[in-house]
T-cell receptor
């Protein structure tokens, strides 16, 4: 069963704008990971944030984690048409048998 | 990052036949690999955990006799969809991790269409 719920399910923005998507989960975690999937392809890892971290950056990506609210957000700044993809959060922890459990995903469309 | 190669990328088969999908870790040894299934515009659903040298661990609701998993070496896991039916049509993806609390590396996925 899915652990994470993502919001929004779909997002359409203009190139240059920022895109923010949220992920909520239910059980305790060791870390939370964000992945990107282009249509019909495998997933590519973006960022891993551990339960004792609150914020992490990688290039134009910024991830936050609030374990008290059991939620995380992914911000893509200055979006590009090439950022068009589906983005998934995945939780990892002993409560889920140390297996990655994926959220429903957010489909992002960046219009040029 | 590490490379996981999945083959074939797409396959069309007739109803009743079996299809084998391969997942290889190219530059590292993966004692554990994971097989997922994904329906259009939906998330990944874990089907089973493939363990090198031992039986796979299947998630609840996944038929082990339908989806045969073999992890014969540290770099290769295979998923065989037996007696495929149209409802088995889906996107199947494998992944591998170095260990607990680490990122996962995914294969390119296999689009299975059963006609």
């Amino acid at each position: 069963s899915q652990q994470g719920e993502e919001d929004p399910q779909a997002l359409s923005i203009q190139e240059g704008e920022n895109a923010t998507m949220n992920c909520s989960y239910k059980t305790s975690i060791n870390n939370l990971q964000w992945y990107r999937q282009n249509s019909g392809r495998g997933l590519v890892h973006l960022i891993l944030i551990r339960s004792n971290e609150r914020e992490k950056h990688s290039g134009r990506l910024r991830v936050t984690l609030d374990t008290s609210k059991k939620s995380s957000s992914l911000l893509i700044t200055a979006s590009r048409a090439a950022d068009t993809a589906s983005y998934f959060c995945a939780t990892d922890g002993e409560a889920a048998g140390n297996k990655l459990t994926f959220g429903g995903g957010t489909r992002v469309l960046v219009k040029p | 990052g590490a490379v996981v190669s999945q083959h074939p990328s797409w396959v069309i088969c007739k109803s009743g036949t079996s299809v084998k999908i391969e997942c290889r870790s190219l530059d590292f040894q993966a004692t554990t690999m994971f097989w997922y299934r994904q329906f259009p515009k939906q998330s990944l659903m874990l089907m089973a955990t493939s363990n090198e040298g031992s039986k796979a661990t299947y998630e609840q609701g996944v038929e082990k006799d339908k989806f045969l998993i073999n992890h014969a070496s540290l770099t290769l896991s295979t998923l065989t969809v037996t007696s495929a039916h149209p409802e088995d049509s889906s996107f199947y993806i494998c992944s591998a991790r170095f260990g607990l609390d680490t990122e996962a590396f995914f294969g390119q996925g296999t689009r299975l269409t059963v006609v």
